[in-house]
């Protein structure tokens, strides 16, 4: 079993106030977000979707690569993003779509099975199962040669 944790203080109201995120390994220390940073164009602090999206990219490539890993074969680049979607319902906010697109050099495995072993990587990552009351998880997976 594992437990990791982060931490949050905030200061100030709402819109004007300013919070800070930190991660028990340090890879996030006191680290800024706010209204502006996940709203507007700040790109000087993150957000919460942000987070999220990162999350949920690096899980499911792990994912992949350890089901590669079973299926016997080796995986030698991977790159995925997670593209997390924010929009507006009733008074608040809701995380409606992520949509996971995977580009990966796996010498050795064709198309078919490449698709296959993507699929269950999203499907049984922890990530994806603990988001799975977004409405909407995609994923565009490429094979690279």
């Known amino acids: 079993m594992s437990e ?8 100030g109201a709402g819109k004007s106030g300013q919070g800070q995120i930190s991660t028990e390994t340090g890879a996030l220390d006191k680290y800024p977000y ?3 940073s996940r709203f507007g ?3 000087k602090g993150t957000n ?3 987070i999220v999206g990162a999350a949920h990219a690096a899980c499911f490539t792990m994912a992949f690569a350890f089901a590669a890993e079973k299926a ?3 995986t030698e ?3 995925t993003t997670a593209a997390v979607r924010l929009t507006k319902e009733g008074d608040g906010f809701v995380i409606d779509r992520i949509a996971l697109t995977l580009k990966a050099k796996v010498p050795g495995m064709d198309d ?4 296959k072993l993507a699929a269950d990587a999203k499907a049984n990552c922890p990530l994806s199962k603990a988001l799975a ?6 994923l565009t997976a490429t094979l690279v040669s």
């Not at 009351?133 to 995609?138: F, H, L, N, S």
């Open 4 to 11: 990791k944790n982060a931490s949050v203080h905030w200061e």
């Open 133 to 138: 009351a977004v409405p909407e998880i995609t």
């Open 112 to 115: 078919a099975a490449f698709q």
């Open 48 to 50: 919460p979707e942000e």
């Open 34 to 36: 706010g209204f502006a």
């Open 41 to 43: 164009d700040d790109r």
């Open 72 to 74: 016997g074969v080796s």
């Open 77 to 79: 680049v991977i790159d």
